[in-house]
C-alpha cells in the first residue's frame, strides 16, 4: 500500500473571491461564507451514514473493490494487450480518461510498447461513426482489451460502440471469442447479465454511485491500473483528504468552503459562470470531467424563495496559458458574470530551461513550469485589477495522491452546493428526457406515444 504524504495534500487559495479588497457586488465577506457554512454541517455526516444519499465517500472503505481493480488489472497486464479500448460515456468515460491523462505520460500512446509498459488506451465516448470506424483503422483487436462501463446496461451510446466493437471483434476472431478480450464494469441489468451468461468477467459498478461521482471506483480506475497508473496511490490521497477535513472545522473545509463561495457568487453575486482553469495541460481532461459533475449535479429545479426557478451554476472548461489567447478577454472584459477557479501546480514533474537568443532573450534560463506559474500568478492579478473574483485549487505537484485529493475534494464540493441550493444533487431527470426522445426517434419499442408527442410538438422548420 502506498503511504500518504503531507507534501502531496492539496490547498485551495479563496482570497481573491474576498471583498475586500472586492467591492462587495463582486467578492464574498468571510461573514457572508460562514453562515452558508452552517447550512453544510450535516452534509458529511450524512454522506457517511448507513443510509447516504450517494456512496460516493463510503466506497473509500471498501478495500476489497479497490482490490478487486487491481488483481483484474494485473492478469489483463499479463496478457499484455497492445491496445485498450474503454467504452463508456459521461462519467462512464470523462473520470478514467482524466485520471489516465493526469498521471500517465503525457504522450502515453505514442511511446514504444516496451518503455509504455502497459497498453496504447482509446476512448470510445460518442456515437460519431467517423471517429469509431476510423479507430478501425488504427488499431489491431486481436491485441485488445475491451472495457465497456455502463452502470445501468442499457445507455444508448454505450450499448452502440459495444454492439459494434463485438461484432469486429468476432470478425477477428482467429480463435478467440470476443467474450475473452472484454471486461465489463456494470450495475445490476442486461449488461452485467450479458457478462456472466457469456462468461466475460464483470467488475461492480457500485449502485449507491451515480456515473459522474464513480471516478475512484472500478468505472474510472481499472482502465488506468492496467495502463500502468497507480491507483492505489490514488484512493489513498482520496482518503487522506477526506481524514484531514472529517474533523475540521468547517472554515478549513476546503470543499466546504469552496461550496459556499460558489453558491455566493452565483446566486448573491450574479455570477453564474464557474471555470475550472487547469494550468497544466495534464489536468484538462479533469475541467471537463468537472463541467459534467457541476452541470449534472446542480443544474435542476429548485426554488428561489418561494418561486420555482431553475437552479445551478454554469461550468466552463479553460485551459492555461491557451486560453489567455481566447477565453480571459472575455473574463477580464466581458459580463461581469464569472468566477474563474485556477488549478495550480507549484513543482512540475519535468525542468525545461528556455535558451537564450531571439526574439526574446529576456527568457534565457527561466523554466517552462516558472513562467507557467507566472502566467497563472498574471492572470489572477489582472481579474482582480477589473474587479473580477477568483480562486485556485493548489497541487504541491501532480502525483497520483494530490490528484486523487483533487478529484475526491471537487467532488465534495458538488456535494455541499446540492445541499445549499436545496436539491437533490444525485438524479439526473433532465438527461433521462432526453434518453427517452432518443429511444422514440429511433423507433424503439415501448416508446410510441412518446414519438407521436415529438412529432406533434416538433417545432417549425426555418432552413436557410
Given at each position: 500500500?502506498?503511504?500518504?504524504?503531507?507534501?502531496?495534500?492539496?490547498?485551495?487559495?479563496?482570497?481573491?473571491?474576498?471583498?475586500?479588497?472586492?467591492?462587495?457586488?463582486?467578492?464574498?465577506?468571510?461573514?457572508?461564507?460562514?453562515?452558508?457554512?452552517?447550512?453544510?454541517?450535516?452534509?458529511?455526516?450524512?454522506?457517511?451514514?448507513?443510509?447516504?444519499?450517494?456512496?460516493?465517500?463510503?466506497v473509500?472503505?471498501?478495500?476489497?473493490?479497490?482490490?478487486?481493480?487491481?488483481?483484474?488489472?494485473?492478469?489483463?497486464?499479463?496478457?499484455?494487450?497492445r491496445e485498450?479500448?474503454?467504452?463508456?460515456?459521461?462519467?462512464?468515460?470523462?473520470?478514467?480518461?482524466?485520471?489516465?491523462?493526469?498521471?500517465?505520460h503525457?504522450?502515453?500512446?505514442?511511446?514504444?510498447?516496451?518503455?509504455?509498459?502497459?497498453?496504447r488506451?482509446?476512448?470510445?465516448?460518442?456515437?460519431?461513426?467517423?471517429?469509431?470506424?476510423?479507430?478501425?483503422?488504427?488499431?489491431?483487436?486481436?491485441?485488445?482489451?475491451v472495457?465497456?462501463?455502463?452502470?445501468?446496461g442499457?445507455?444508448?451510446?454505450?450499448?452502440?460502440?459495444?454492439?459494434i466493437?463485438?461484432a469486429?471483434?468476432?470478425?477477428?476472431?482467429?480463435?478467440?471469442?470476443?467474450?475473452?478480450?472484454?471486461?465489463?464494469?456494470?450495475g445490476?441489468?442486461?449488461?452485467?447479465?450479458l457478462?456472466?451468461?457469456?462468461?466475460?468477467?464483470?467488475?461492480?459498478?457500485?449502485?449507491?454511485?451515480?456515473?459522474?461521482?464513480?471516478?475512484?471506483t472500478?468505472?474510472?480506475?481499472?482502465?488506468?491500473?492496467?495502463?500502468?497508473v497507480?491507483?492505489?496511490?490514488?484512493?489513498?490521497?482520496?482518503?487522506?483528504?477526506?481524514?484531514?477535513?472529517?474533523?475540521?472545522?468547517?472554515?478549513?473545509?476546503?470543499?466546504?468552503?469552496?461550496?459556499?463561495i460558489?453558491?455566493?457568487?452565483?446566486e448573491?453575486?450574479r455570477?453564474?459562470?464557474?471555470v475550472?482553469?487547469?494550468y497544466?495541460?495534464?489536468?484538462?481532461?479533469?475541467?471537463?470531467?468537472?463541467?459534467?459533475?457541476?452541470?449534472?449535479?446542480?443544474?435542476?429545479?429548485?426554488?428561489?424563495?418561494t418561486?420555482?426557478?431553475?437552479?445551478?451554476?454554469?461550468?466552463?472548461?479553460?485551459r492555461?496559458?491557451t486560453?489567455?489567447?481566447?477565453q480571459?478577454?472575455?473574463?477580464?472584459?466581458g459580463?461581469a458574470?464569472k468566477?474563474?477557479?485556477f488549478?495550480?501546480?507549484?513543482?512540475?514533474?519535468?525542468v525545461q530551461?528556455?535558451?537564450?537568443?531571439?526574439?526574446?532573450?529576456?527568457?534565457?534560463?527561466?523554466?517552462?513550469?516558472t513562467?507557467?506559474?507566472?502566467?497563472?500568478?498574471?492572470?489572477?492579478?489582472?481579474?482582480?485589477?477589473?474587479?473580477r473574483?477568483?480562486?485556485?485549487?493548489?497541487?504541491?505537484?501532480?502525483?497520483?495522491?494530490?490528484?486523487?485529493?483533487?478529484?475526491?475534494a471537487?467532488?465534495?464540493?458538488?456535494?455541499?452546493?446540492?445541499?445549499?441550493?436545496?436539491?437533490?444533487?444525485?438524479?439526473?431527470?433532465?438527461?433521462?428526457?432526453?434518453?427517452?426522445?432518443a429511444?422514440?426517434?429511433?423507433?424503439r419499442?415501448g416508446?410510441?406515444?412518446?414519438k407521436?408527442?415529438?412529432?406533434?410538438?416538433?417545432?417549425?422548420?426555418?432552413r436557410?
Open positions: 500500500m502506498t503511504r500518504s504524504r503531507p507534501d502531496w495534500d492539496i490547498h485551495f487559495e479563496a482570497g481573491a473571491s474576498l471583498a475586500p479588497p472586492l467591492a462587495g457586488s463582486h467578492g464574498v465577506t468571510r461573514a457572508e461564507v460562514q453562515a452558508e457554512l452552517r447550512r453544510c454541517r450535516e452534509v458529511l455526516s450524512k454522506l457517511q451514514s448507513t443510509r447516504p444519499p450517494s456512496g460516493f465517500v463510503r473509500l472503505k471498501r478495500s476489497a473493490a479497490l482490490r478487486a481493480v487491481e488483481d483484474a488489472a494485473a492478469r489483463w497486464r499479463a496478457r499484455k494487450p485498450l479500448i474503454h467504452i463508456g460515456i459521461g462519467g462512464s468515460s470523462l473520470g478514467a480518461e482524466a485520471l489516465l491523462r493526469a498521471t500517465a503525457p504522450h502515453h500512446n505514442l511511446l514504444a510498447d516496451r518503455e509504455r509498459g502497459g497498453p488506451v482509446h476512448f470510445v465516448d460518442n456515437v460519431d461513426p467517423e471517429t469509431l470506424g476510423a479507430l478501425f483503422e488504427v488499431v489491431d483487436l486481436r491485441q485488445s482489451l472495457h465497456v462501463v455502463s452502470k445501468s442499457s445507455t444508448v451510446e454505450t450499448a452502440a460502440g459495444f454492439q466493437l463485438r469486429a471483434l468476432e470478425k477477428a476472431g482467429r480463435g478467440v471469442r470476443w467474450a475473452e478480450r472484454c471486461v465489463f464494469t456494470a445490476r441489468g442486461a449488461l452485467s447479465e457478462g456472466t451468461r457469456e462468461g466475460v468477467e464483470v467488475l461492480d459498478f457500485p449502485e449507491d454511485v451515480g456515473g459522474r461521482f464513480s471516478v475512484l472500478p468505472s474510472g480506475l481499472f482502465t488506468p491500473a492496467v495502463a500502468g497507480d491507483v492505489d496511490a490514488v484512493v489513498q490521497g482520496a482518503r487522506r483528504y477526506l481524514s484531514r477535513i472529517a474533523n475540521a472545522a468547517l472554515a478549513d473545509n476546503s470543499a466546504a468552503v469552496s461550496a459556499a460558489a453558491y455566493l457568487m452565483a448573491r453575486k455570477k453564474n459562470v464557474h475550472l482553469m487547469p497544466a495541460d495534464a489536468l484538462e481532461p479533469l475541467a471537463r470531467w468537472y463541467a459534467q459533475l457541476i452541470g449534472e449535479s446542480l443544474g435542476k429545479r429548485g426554488r428561489r424563495g418561486r420555482a426557478a431553475g437552479v445551478g451554476p454554469t461550468p466552463l472548461p479553460a492555461g496559458s486560453d489567455q489567447h481566447s480571459v478577454q472575455l473574463f477580464i472584459e459580463p458574470d468566477w474563474v477557479n488549478v495550480s501546480v507549484e513543482k512540475s514533474r519535468r530551461r528556455i535558451a537564450g537568443g531571439e526574439p526574446a532573450d529576456y527568457l534565457e534560463g527561466i523554466d517552462l513550469g513562467l507557467l506559474r507566472a502566467e497563472q500568478r498574471g492572470t489572477a492579478i489582472a481579474l482582480a485589477a477589473a474587479r473574483p477568483s480562486a485556485s485549487w493548489i497541487l504541491p505537484e501532480i502525483h497520483p495522491q494530490s490528484v486523487g485529493q483533487l478529484f475526491f471537487l467532488e465534495l464540493q458538488a456535494a455541499y452546493q446540492g445541499a445549499l441550493y436545496g436539491i437533490d444533487t444525485y438524479d439526473q431527470p433532465g438527461v433521462e428526457a432526453g434518453k427517452i426522445a429511444f422514440a426517434l429511433i423507433g419499442d416508446y410510441k406515444k412518446e407521436a408527442a415529438i412529432e406533434a410538438n416538433s417545432p417549425p422548420s426555418w436557410i
